[in-house]
Structures are given as structure tokens and as C-alpha cells.
């Protein structure tokens, strides 16, 4: 379990700079329609691949006994996601900016999007080194009973 947290933690740290990628591609296109064809990359990466990676890494987390603190921040990486899609439509909502008609309120409330972005990449980053010290540090084994090794030794 620990070394597929691991991967998880290395496929959300990819898929969150990929994020980038493809905003730049998004926005350096000419064209409206461009625009909107690159831009599903950006959605259909953020929405689904790093949500659900991350909710498939919190379980995982639990399931290896990777540490509360590794839980709750691929856990948090999953809401932070929820939060990038609710900034656009709750400040929509607030500022009655819409795809078509963006108020300069409404900028502003957009802004909040690349900076919560850069904070699930280094959210990423966090759990990715997290993830390969749980994996390259086995758990420590039980503590033997006394009565076992009394009956180990009285056996050699």
C-alpha cells in the first residue's frame, strides 16, 4: 500500500504541474473557440484526474497507516480542488459575471484561482516527499513479549 501511495502522490504532483501547462496552453490561444477547446485539457485534468486521484490517495493513506497528517493533506489537496470550482461559481454568482460578460469584481474573485493552484502544487509537493519517506521507511516491528523470548531462548 505504501509504495502505491507513492504513485498516487507522484501522479498528483504531475497532474497538478500539468495544470500549468495547460492554463498557459488555454490562454496563448488566438482565437475564442481555440481558447475553449484548450481549456477542457485544464477542466477535465483538474476535475477529475487530481480530484480523484487525491480521494483515491486518502484512502490509500488510511489503508497503509501513512500518518494522519499524510491523510488529512492529500485529503486537503481533494477540497482544494472543490474550492478552485467553487471560486468560479460562487464569484460568478456574487459579482454576476458569467463565460460571456466578466465584471472587473469578477476578475478579481478569478484571481483567487491560479494562487489556490500554486498552493495545490506545493500541497503536491508536500505529500510526494511524505508518501516516499512512508515508502522507503518500513514500519518499525512490534516490540517482542517477554514470554516470547524466554521460550526463544530456553529453546536454543
Known sequence: MRK????????????????????????????????REAGVYHVINGQFVLRYVALLAVIVAALARAGSRTIWLAAGIFLMTWFQLFIFIIGGMLTGSSEDFITPSGSWVAAIHPVTGLLIIF??????????????????????????????????
Open 4 to 35: 502505491t501511495l507513492l504513485v498516487l502522490a507522484a501522479i498528483i504532483l504531475l497532474s497538478s504541474l500539468a495544470q500549468l501547462l495547460f492554463a498557459g496552453y488555454f490562454h496563448f490561444q488566438n482565437t475564442i473557440e481555440a481558447q
Open 123 to 156: 500541497m503536491s509537493y508536500w505529500l510526494f516527499n511524505r508518501a516516499r519517506a512512508v515508502a522507503l521507511n518500513p514500519q518499525p516491528l512490534p516490540p517482542k513479549s517477554a514470554s516470547s523470548d524466554a521460550s526463544a531462548s530456553a529453546a536454543a
